[in-house]
T-cell receptor, first 115, second 115 residues
Framework: SQQGEEDPQALSIQEGENATMNCSYK?????LQWYRQNSGRGLVHLIL?????REKHSGRLRVTLDTSKKSSSLLITASRAADTASYFC???????????????FGQGTILTVHP | ETGVTQTPRHLVMGMTNKKSLKCEQH?????MYWYKQSAKKPLELMFV???????ENNSVPSRFSPECPNSSHLFLHLHTLQPEDSALYLC??????????????FGPGTRLLVL
């Protein structure tokens, strides 16, 4: 299996509910990033969390990182129809603290928020 | 608007054609990337340029030829493509410093169809 696997692959919720997406990875990392992509468009950066951080917030977004479990979660609170998109995690893999100089993306979670 | 532009946004070409994709970033970044996004596959990194020097060629077929004349412009020259090369091609840029991969900023992509 590959670095940066998101779970679930698809999530369907009602407006106002919370959405939680998970990401697992296999190697040491410098940081983990979450991106959002609307259908057929470019990716938009949401949050970057560094390996020495455990939690970050940005508006309705909350990201956690557990390096012992090599996993991260993205929580979107009070979801809106406009949150409908694909969400990707990406890792800056590291060996001995040195980056490979590229991000490794997972396959993403497709989130659908029904009005 | 992320400060990364791509042209054209849509391209239809025959297998014998030669075309080029263009990417320009206005963010003062030192690294630029080409990604391929096919249906139901993770984002595939194709090429990385750091200060105009190619630092990654992810086993990409020679029918894809990148060019980076300066740190703000990136091209992807296409020739004798195959129908399976049809995909969304995304350009991104970022600061790459001290071995750490920071946030990547993506362009809107070029939707390529090879007939």
């Amino acid at each position: 299996s590959q670095q940066g696997e998101e779970d679930p692959q698809a999530l369907s919720i009602q407006e106002g509910e919370n959405a939680t997406m998970n990401c697992s990875y296999k190697t040491s990392i410098n940081n983990l990033q979450w991106y959002r992509q609307n259908s057929g468009r470019g990716l938009v950066h949401l949050i970057l969390i560094r390996s020495n951080e455990r939690e970050k917030h940005s508006g309705r977004l909350r990201v956690t990182l557990d390096t012992s479990k090599k996993s991260s979660s993205l929580l979107i609170t009070a979801s809106r129809a406009a949150d409908t998109a694909s969400y990707f995690c990406a890792t800056d893999r590291a060996a001995g603290g040195t980056s490979y100089g590229k991000l490794t993306f997972g396959q993403g979670t497709i989130l659908t928020v029904h009005p | 608007e992320t400060g990364v532009t791509q042209t054209p946004r849509h391209l239809v070409m025959g297998m014998t054609n030669k075309k080029s994709l263009k990417c320009e970033q206005h963010l003062g970044h030192n690294a630029m990337y080409w990604y391929k996004q096919s249906a139901k596959k993770p984002l595939e990194l194709m090429f990385v340029y750091n200060f105009k020097e190619q630092t990654e060629n992810n086993s990409v077929p020679s029918r894809f030829s990148p060019e980076c004349p300066n740190s703000s412009h990136l091209f992807l020259h296409l020739h004798t493509l195959q129908p399976e090369d049809s995909a969304l091609y995304l350009c991104a840029s970022s600061h790459l410093r001290a071995g750490i991969q920071e946030t990547q900023y993506f362009g809107p992509g070029t939707r390529l169809l090879v007939l």
